[in-house]
């Protein structure tokens, strides 16, 4: 197997825990960020215009971006598919917001969306686990059950 196949369809380890305490982590911070993601998507029109625009693309294209990460690439998080990738623009995104876009905010105004992106990069370094898209993929990759 190459390295990009491994490192976008790795190998689980650990115990039964470990592999059910990831799904559990997956599946709730997936559908807490689809909730953001899907009430941009119903409020698309009256937030585009006021939508911040830190990467310079215009407040609409910027809105466009973060509704792909919170809407497509949370259902990567939750299914496990494609969990690496997914995760890819999701972190990049409440980076931006942490960095960037409440830079000077209080620290208190920071706290959950920086919450956010230290579970995201937690995830991203255990992998999508054995209860997961990936994990059989894997299997399938490797041509034999573990």
């Known amino acids: 197997m190459s390295r990009f196949t491994y490192f976008l369809f790795p190998k689980p380890t650990g115990t039964f825990g470990a592999s059910m305490l990831i799904v559990f982590l997956r599946v ?9 993601g899907l009430d941009k998507c ?10 911040p625009n830190p990467l ?3 407040s609409e294209a910027s809105l ?8 497509i690439c949370a259902c990567g998080l939750i299914t496990g598919f494609l969990y690496r990738l997914s995760l890819i623009p999701l972190m990049f995104s409440f980076s931006m917001i942490v960095f960037v876009v ?12 920086l919450v956010y992106l ?3 990069v937690g ?3 255990t992998g999508a686990g054995r209860y997961s898209i990936d994990y059989l993929i894997h299997q399938k990759l490797i041509g034999k059950t573990e």
Request: charged letters at 10%; hydrophobic letters at 60%.
């Open 42 to 51: 119903i409020h698309f029109e009256s937030i585009a215009p006021h939508f």
């Open 56 to 58: 310079g693309v215009g």
């Open 102 to 113: 409440m830079k000077h905010a209080p620290f208190a105004q920071k706290e959950l969306p």
């Open 64 to 71: 466009i971006l973060v509704i792909f990460a919170e809407v």
């Open 123 to 125: 995830l991203f370094f």
């Open 118 to 120: 230290i579970c995201l």
């Open 28 to 36: 709730a911070l997936g559908i807490l960020i689809l909730t953001h």
